[in-house]
């Protein structure tokens, strides 16, 4: 149900010709009535921001956090594309705004898809006036499928909280990405929509906080994209909600599109759940959980389904944090396969069959603090390479 | 001809039964006497440090820099074994001590191969003697062919230098590593011999200068062994050498078997030479380098032999660096793709030729500043994840 879970909010999804499999690849979400609401974004920190981000970021300062549309396209990320790809990501915001009938920078803008070619604006501008019309209480799944890059699946979800007054307000969202994924973003869009009243400088400062236990603990090759965002339209028509209950609806909302995307990763055969803990800080663990996330010879393990803890020490010893090889402790499904220095006796049985599963639970104890940190993974697999080794 | 190139040096290899294929596994490089020369030492920053790594600091620090022997066995890293692996790598000293002729921490010892297994001393052990007896002037490949993993070919060099008084000095050396290959050392092994006179603390500054302009600035998967190390052993037969000279021919021969480790790198098909101009500084020049050269995505472009600098200027954006995405230039093979903001017109056929070769070079401006770096990778095809996603 997605982003149209919510009331007050319509989307679409067509197909204009961006990509030459002939998927959809345009998308459109925005208020039914074509009115602003509260809106609010998180971007790449990429130095080589896209046009697109450039765009999102400029509209967002000019109305001072409102937005009425959202414009979505893959197949083409509009990066590296430079003055002409800002003009072009600018001329699909006043595109939309003039179908939706808002003003031009009432509308935020996302590409996704290759890097460094020139958006095709002969097929995406005639499309999107049609694409305005056709949007509906019903189109969620229909852009979150026009989204969608090297993605297998669409992601969209749902999550309901309680007002202030006792009423209930509803987040949706809907996101692609498949590779490209790593903290601080990821070839990763999402657009969140709610019904709950929210100023913009909280719904930026919960959003932001909803990215950091979510998008920002996936990794799924290290590579930071240039395009990389999470939009928020806040309605405010189920009325006051409390900063606690919206933070975490939006933080659970993030984090089911998060593993959605991990499961779904390119070429992966394997989502790992890796969780440190007893660094001496937070930031510790996370360094060494990062570094082991993206250690090649770690995910090839994961790929072949061997709880290989030797690369898992040594990463962490490696990764330039607190670290005493006879204090580590290393579970895999829960059992312990190292501590105190010494291979430990497992029951090879469950220790294969967990293996074997989709999903896989590391866990890194370090022994020297209180610090913990979780972060989602994904192997590296033969299938992988196949879909990265050409752009074309 | 390898380490025994140098006059005075004697080695051998010998396969004791550690690999389950029959491969050679055992090394031994010697003064040709049995007596100590000068030693020194550049190992591993890797907190999950083996015990032999362990085992050579304390026997450099006990001795003032000093040793006799190199003590090498592959198949088996003796890594993450905890106390019984130290004993093992001080008992793989004593029994070469024993067969040389010289006392235990006059000894120094390398493992290499899996982690976290015992070491099969019943095999090594009664190994040892034999192999010190069978050790020759001819014998520094077949101790080079010993000391391989997944290498495929054995890397020995030899580069000789003018001493003070007009003579000729050697440098030979013999080394291994296929991957976790990485600034800051890799799963690398080095011996590297000479017979110019120098003393222990000079050879040590040398060699850590040596190593920082070559085998630091090799990285194939970002991965840091727990055994990387590189010795040192000067008998000074050949006389006083000037510092300059020497360090130039330390550097040269730690080069040549740095690149020979590229080309030979586990299941590689490109050897990318990548330099990085225009940097504010030379860390920020080697901070873009690296997170190019460790990034999956543009390993797999290059294993696609497809020139894409999307990949490139994205991950210099995302390296926490100085960046402008209008002043950065990349060039494959001396043919400038993108500059100015923009997809340079390039010969396609040329440059279709530069990525079909084995080796690459990609050249990168910041357009910042003056800061340089120069590093050697290689790409990720499907054959490296077939030679790591098991132990076995």
Known sequence: MSVTAVPGFVAAGSTCGIKPSGAPDLAMVATADGAPVTAAGVFTSNLMTAPPVLACRDHLASTGGRAAAVVLNSGNANAA???????????????????????????????????????????????????????????????????????????????????????????????????????????????VTTDAAVDAATATDLLRSAVGVSFNCLTVDGAESTNDTVLLLASGTAGPVDEAALGTALADACRDLAVQMADDAEGSTKTVFLTVTGATSDAEAAKGARDTANCQLVKCSWYGQDPYWGRIAAEMGAAGIAFDPDAITIAYGGQVVYAAGAVQPVDEDALSAHMAGRRLDLDVDLGQGDGTAWIVTTDLSHAYIDENMRTS
Chains 1, 2 share one sequence.
Request: net charge negative; with cysteine.
């Open 81 to 191: 594309t430079g003055a002409p790809g800002r003009a072009d990501a600018e001329e699909m915001c006043r595109l939309t705004a003039e179908a939706v009938g808002c003003s031009t920078d009432e509308v935020l803008v996302c590409s996704t898809g290759w890097i460094g070619f020139p958006l095709p604006m002969d097929a995406i501008a005639p499309a999107i006036g049609p694409l305005a019309t056709a949007m509906s209480p019903e189109g969620g799944p229909d852009a979150a499928r026009a989204m969608m890059t090297t993605d297998t699946v669409p992601k969209a979800t749902v999550v309901t909280g309680t007002t202030a007054d006792g009423g209930t307000f509803t987040v949706g969202g809907v996101a692609k990405g498949a590779a490209m994924l790593e903290p601080n973003m990821a070839t990763m869009l999402a657009v």
